[in-house]
């Protein structure tokens, strides 16, 4: 008469009988879940940084005709902001203020004092209070607006990790030096999964100072109410005197994604290939802990349990082990990694663990679990019952 199952406790005492492979399972799910959670959670942050998410409004970026893949190339005449209000109807207006922000952007050497001789590129952004409004996804969370005149600027909330400087660093009251001055430090900002979140902001007129560009300006961004992209796209086209060219936000930061594509990639593969890794020594751990076991297996065939049966209770012993593993893996990716900032060209973004990475890395534990029992197990099941009886 063959049984058909081994009981449910005989797969969860095992996990006591050797704590060194107990240990080696859990800490190789452990592992391949923050390499999943890493490589996936990299990814995700960069592609919601450089996808740019809605915000409330859908804006139009204008700037100079051949810098839709760098804005910090463009050069467009400061007079093009009143240019665009008065020829673009359907704007959005509130409280008498129209939401077209004349914006410079540049790259500039930044040190963090006098002493300081480490060149750090940053991301600098010159706006007037309008910008605020045209980009709702940014908020000032501590302090205040810089003021212009007094040399005064705000930094975003990954902008340390984009300068190689602690966050500390660039608390409200500190100084940050470049165009051979310091710049008070007077608020911070907070933009989640933009490129402006790694940025520091400041009054416009003081960055045309700087840059002597007073005649001149990177883009305008308007907020479209009733008025469509064909109504800024015409406005553009008919200015040839200023030759500009019109872009949706949105398209200009999917663009940057794309370039971004490769090396996305390249970090998928290669965190696969890790992965791959420690699949294989958990198979390899596996292989050794159930070759030591090949006269238990045997004397189950022996008391009537069907092959099925012992590989389901030996995969149950192994997903007890990785389950464990999984969970603590996933603990401390959100412990760990949640939120890291990386530095890369284009400023800095945070590694993001949402839902779909963390089912991710949860699959990647249990599918350990899995594959690491099931090929060992059917290998030891394959010598007869005499056989595996005889074995030490």
């Known amino acids: 008469m063959k049984l058909r199952q081994l009981p449910f406790e005989y797969a969860y005492r095992n996990l006591g009988r050797s704590r060194v492979r107990m240990l080696a399972s859990v800490v190789g799910a452990t592992l391949v879940v923050l390499l999943v959670l890493s490589a996936a959670g990299f990814v995700r942050g960069m592609q919601l940084t450089l996808t740019q998410g809605k915000g409330l409004h859908e804006n139009v970026i204008i700037m100079s005709t051949g810098s839709e893949e760098a804005l910090e190339r463009s050069q467009i005449d400061a007079s093009?902001?009143?240019?665009?209000?008065?020829?673009?109807?359907?704007?959005?207006?509130?409280?008498?203020?129209?939401?077209?922000?004349?914006?410079?952007?540049?790259?500039?050497?930044?040190?963090?004092?006098?002493?300081?001789?480490?060149?750090?590129?940053?991301?600098?952004?010159?706006?007037?209070?309008?910008?605020?409004?045209?980009?709702?996804?940014?908020?000032?969370?501590?302090?205040?607006?810089?003021?212009?005149?007094?040399?005064e600027i705000i930094v975003g909330s990954l902008a340390a990790t984009r300068l190689g400087l602690p966050d500390e660093r660039l608390a409200v009251g500190s100084t940050l030096r470049f165009d051979n001055r310091d710049w008070a430090i007077v608020g911070r900002f907070r933009a989640p999964n933009t490129v402006m979140d790694a940025e520091i902001w400041m009054p416009i007129i003081d960055l045309q100072i700087a840059t002597k560009r007073e005649a001149t300006i990177s883009a305008v961004v308007v907020s479209l109410d009733t008025a469509r992209f064909s109504d800024v796209d015409i406005f553009a086209k008919s200015r040839l005197d200023l030759e500009?060219?019109?872009?949706?936000?949105?398209?200009?930061?999917?663009?940057?994604?794309?370039?971004?594509?490769?090396?996305?990639?390249?970090?998928?593969?290669?965190?696969?290939?890790?992965?791959?890794?420690?699949?294989?020594?958990?198979?390899?751990?596996?292989?050794?802990?159930?070759?030591?076991?090949?006269?238990?297996?045997?004397?189950?065939?022996s008391l009537g349990y069907t092959r099925a049966a012992i590989v389901t209770s030996l995969s149950e012993e192994s997903l007890f082990a990785a389950a464990i593993g999984t969970i603590i893996g996933a603990i401390l990716g959100l412990l760990l990694l949640d939120g890291l900032a990386v530095k890369f060209s284009m400023g800095a973004f945070a590694l993001t663990l949402d839902a779909p990475v963390m089912l991710a890395g949860i699959a990647g534990g249990v599918l350990v679990g899995l594959v690491g029992a099931v090929p060992p197990a059917i290998r030891c099941l394959r010598l007869p019952i005499p056989q595996a009886l005889k074995m030490h």
């Open 80 to 151: 093009t902001t009143g240019q665009a209000i008065a020829s673009i109807p359907g704007l959005v207006e509130r409280g008498g203020v129209v939401y077209a922000s004349p914006e410079i952007n540049i790259a500039l050497p930044v040190n963090a004092d006098a002493s300081d001789t480490t060149p750090r590129q940053a991301v600098i952004r010159g706006v007037r209070p309008v910008a605020f409004l045209v980009h709702s996804e940014v908020e000032i969370v501590e302090g205040r607006q810089p003021r212009a005149g007094q040399d």
């Open 244 to 301: 500009i060219t019109a872009m949706r936000e949105a398209d200009y930061y999917a663009s940057i994604a794309a370039f971004y594509r490769p090396i996305r990639i390249m970090v998928i593969v290669t965190a696969s290939l890790i992965a791959l890794g420690g699949l294989l020594g958990g198979l390899n751990t596996m292989y050794a802990s159930f070759a030591a076991r090949v006269r238990e297996i045997g004397t189950l065939q």
